[in-house]
Nanobody, 128 residues
Framework: QVQLEESGGGSVQAGGSLNLSCVAS????????MAWFRQAPGKEREGVAMIYRSGGDTRYADSVKGRFAISQDIAKNTLYLRMNNLKPEDTAMYYC?????????????????????WGQGTQVTVSS
């Protein structure tokens, strides 16, 4: 079991920045990768960025490439998402997720697969 708790959401104007954090506890050393997802009202949940626990390789959704940066501090069991040049279309609930199996970490056709564990989410609102 892995427990995840996000923080750092808030309201910013377009062009602004936010830093999200996710503290993991429990069976974290067995996780294969972690990711940030988001879900806007009336839209499907989508993967934003992911990072492999071993090696730190990353993948990003095309919509955030060059603006968002995912990172991890394994010693602190913490996942981060640095979001720059935020746009109104980035407004959503952002979720931290952990996958325990490497196969779950794949990004197929630009889509992130289903992860095993999820946090409660933190709201990001970007105004124009």
């Amino acid at each position: 079991q892995v427990q995840l708790e996000e923080s750092g959401g808030g309201s910013v104007q377009a062009g602004g920045s936010l830093n999200l954090s996710c503290v993991a506890s429990g069976d974290t050393h067995n996780s294969a990768c972690m990711a940030w997802f988001r879900q806007a009202p009336g839209k499907e949940r989508e993967g934003v960025a992911m990072i492999y626990r071993s090696g730190g390789d990353t993948r990003y959704a095309d919509s955030v490439k060059g603006r968002f940066a995912i990172s991890q501090d394994i010693a602190k069991n913490t996942l981060y998402l640095r979001m720059n040049n935020l746009k109104p279309e980035d407004t959503a609930m952002y979720y931290c997720a952990a996958a325990m199996v490497a196969l779950e970490c794949a990004v197929v056709g630009g889509k992130f697969l289903e992860y095993s564990y999820w946090g409660q989410g933190t709201q990001v609102t970007v105004s124009s």
